[in-house]
């Protein structure tokens, strides 16, 4: 009983003479404006170096960004990262490419397959021909009129149709995933 009690005045002690929790305080979350439908990407929310490209979020298929790829070519390279216009923080460096050494040439990507419908592809096509996806990497033919699907490496999908241009050059689309 002695030891009992000795154990529930112990307790009390500690209880009475405990330093009060410290609350660290954490800095607002950061947020990138997504546009809303129907608009484009400013391109004002380009993340800095060493800054992590944004997260889409939004309803799934939701238009995130909609603008033109440039494809430039640059001696002595294999691939050569696309150009966005407008700038998006949505497509990183290394999600889609122009392959100038392949014969013919493509335009290549980690997450990318040829889309060979006859009408551009809904949010939900691209997700299932990215998910049946057996070769990697993937490529498109660089051919007028030809589509693919593509995953722009931050979460998001895509799809791009080639343009009669030179660089090459494709219209392309971001949804949400």
């Known amino acids: 009983m002695a030891g009992a009690g000795l154990c529930l005045l112990a307790g009390l002690f500690a209880l009475v003479n405990r330093q009060p929790s410290i ?5 607002p979350p950061t947020h990138s404006t997504l546009p809303t439908p129907g608009s484009t990407d400013t391109g ?3 993340p800095t170096v060493g800054e992590p490209a944004p997260t889409p979020t939004g309803t799934p298929g939701q238009r995130l960004w909609r603008g033109t790829l440039t494809f430039p070519s640059q001696p002595g390279s294999n691939t050569d990262p696309v150009a966005a216009k407008p700038a998006t923080a949505l497509l990183d460096d290394d999600a889609l490419y122009l392959c100038a ?6 335009i290549g990507g980690e997450l990318l397959v040829a889309w060979n419908g006859t009408k551009p ?3 939900d096509q691209c997700g299932s021909a990215l998910t049946a996806q057996t070769r990697r990497p993937g490529y498109v033919p660089l051919r007028v009129g ?5 995953s722009s490496g931050t979460g998001a999908i895509g799809y791009i149709t080639v343009l009669p241009t030179s660089p090459p050059t494709a219209s392309a689309i971001i949804w949400s995933a």
Do not use: H, W
Not at 23 to 27: A, F, K, M, T, Y
Not at 146 to 150: I, L, T
């Open 23 to 27: 609350s660290v305080s954490q800095p």
């Open 44 to 46: 004002t929310d380009e």
């Open 101 to 106: 050494t392949c014969s013919p040439q493509v």
């Open 121 to 123: 592809p809904t949010p």
């Open 146 to 150: 030809q589509m693919g699907c593509f």
